[in-house]
C-alpha cells in the first residue's frame, strides 16, 4: 500500500525520522524523492520527531497536485502533540501544522493526511534508508546555541538526580539497614524521576502497601530491632519465639509467622511487594501477630 501511494503523483509519502548525537538533533523528512535535512542542538527527541513531522508535512501540503498525504513515523506519539492544544511545549509546531493542514483541505474538501505508526525495528526498507541517513551526519555546532525548556529540565533533574545518588551512598544516608532491592535484571535499583520510578510506579496504587513498603526498606518499622534503638529494656524477641531479636532480615526470610509467599528472591523488588501483599500485617501499625 506504501508503494503504491509513492507511485501516486496524487499521493505524497512522508518517512520521518530523528537521531540525537553528542546533543545534537539530525532530523531527515522523505516526501517522494525530496529529502530534507535539519539540524539543531539541546532538544530533546520527541521535540526532534516533532520538527520532522512539522517539516514533511508543510513540504507535502505545499507540492502541487496532492491531495493525500500518509506520514510514516515511528514516532507516533509525537504525532498525537499536534492535536492536543494543552501540550504548551509544542503549540508552536502545532499551530503550524493545523495552520498548513487547514488550507490543504481547504482547497479541496477530499484532500486527506493518514498517519501510519511503523517501528524501526521491523526494518522496512524505506523507513531503514531514513533512520541510517540521521545516524550518517556527525555535524559540529559552530555557534552557541539556546537550550529547549524541555531539554533544559532534563538536564537540571539529571544533575539532581545524580547529586543525590554521590550523597546518598557517599555519606551513607540511607542508613546501615537500608533494603537494597533489585529489578528484574538483578540490578540494584538507583533513584530516578522518570515515570514515578523506581519504587513508586510498583506500589502507588495502594498507600497501605506504599507505607510498609518504606518502612520495610528504610527498616523503620515497630519491630524489635527498631525498638531496640529507643527502649533497650524492653522484650525485642520475635514473637515467633525462635529469634533473639525481631529483624528486618529474619522476617523477610525466616520467620514462620510470614510464610504465605513461597519465592525465596525476597531481594527482588517484585517478589518483595508480592511477599507484603501475602502479609498485610507485616511492617503495618497493628496489632501483632502471634
Not at 53 to 76: E, F, L, M, Y
Amino acid at each position: 500500500m506504501a508503494i503504491e501511494s509513492s507511485n501516486s503523483f496524487s499521493s505524497a509519502l512522508v518517512i520521518t525520522d530523528a537521531n540525537i548525537k553528542n546533543n545534537i538533533a539530525t532530523s531527515i523528512s522523505h516526501v517522494h524523492i525530496t529529502k530534507t535535512l535539519h539540524h539543531t542542538v539541546n532538544v530533546m527527541s520527541i521535540e526532534a520527531e516533532f520538527f520532522t513531522i512539522r517539516c514533511g508535512i508543510n513540504q507535502a501540503t505545499n507540492s502541487i497536485g496532492i491531495s493525500k498525504i500518509i506520514v510514516i513515523t515511528d514516532a507516533i506519539h509525537a504525532a498525537r502533540k499536534i492535536f492536543d492544544p494543552l501540550s504548551y511545549l509544542f503549540q508552536k509546531h502545532s499551530a503550524s501544522i493545523i495552520k498548513e493542514l487547514w488550507n490543504f483541505f481547504l482547497s479541496n474538501q477530499k484532500n486527506l493526511i493518514k498517519f501510519w505508526e511503523y517501528s524501526s525495528c521491523c526494518n522496512w526498507f524505506l523507513h531503514k534508508v531514513v533512520n541510517k541517513e540521521t545516524k550518517l551526519f556527525n555535524p559540529i555546532p559552530l555557534f552557541s546555541c539556546k537550550s529547549s525548556w524541555d531539554f533544559s529540565k532534563k538536564n537540571k533533574c539529571d544533575d539532581l538526580a545524580n547529586r543525590w545518588k554521590i550523597t546518598f551512598q557517599a555519606l551513607d544516608w540511607k542508613g546501615k539497614h537500608f533494603l537494597e532491592l533489585l529489578d528484574g535484571d538483578n540490578n540494584i535499583i538507583e533513584p530516578s524521576y522518570i515515570k514515578s520510578r523506581s519504587w513508586l510506579k510498583h506500589l502507588g496504587h495502594s498507600n497501605s502497601l506504599c507505607a510498609r513498603a518504606m518502612r520495610a526498606i528504610t527498616n523503620h518499622a515497630l519491630i524489635g530491632e527498631y525498638r531496640l534503638r529507643f527502649f533497650p529494656r524492653e522484650d525485642f524477641s520475635c514473637l515467633c519465639g525462635l529469634y533473639p531479636i525481631e529483624t528486618q532480615k529474619y522476617i523477610l526470610h525466616e520467620c514462620r509467622r510470614f510464610n504465605r509467599y513461597w519465592n525465596p528472591r525476597r531481594d527482588s523488588l517484585s517478589h518483595f511487594i508480592l511477599f507484603l501483599e501475602f502479609n498485610p500485617n507485616m511492617f503495618a501499625f497493628a496489632n501483632p501477630i502471634t
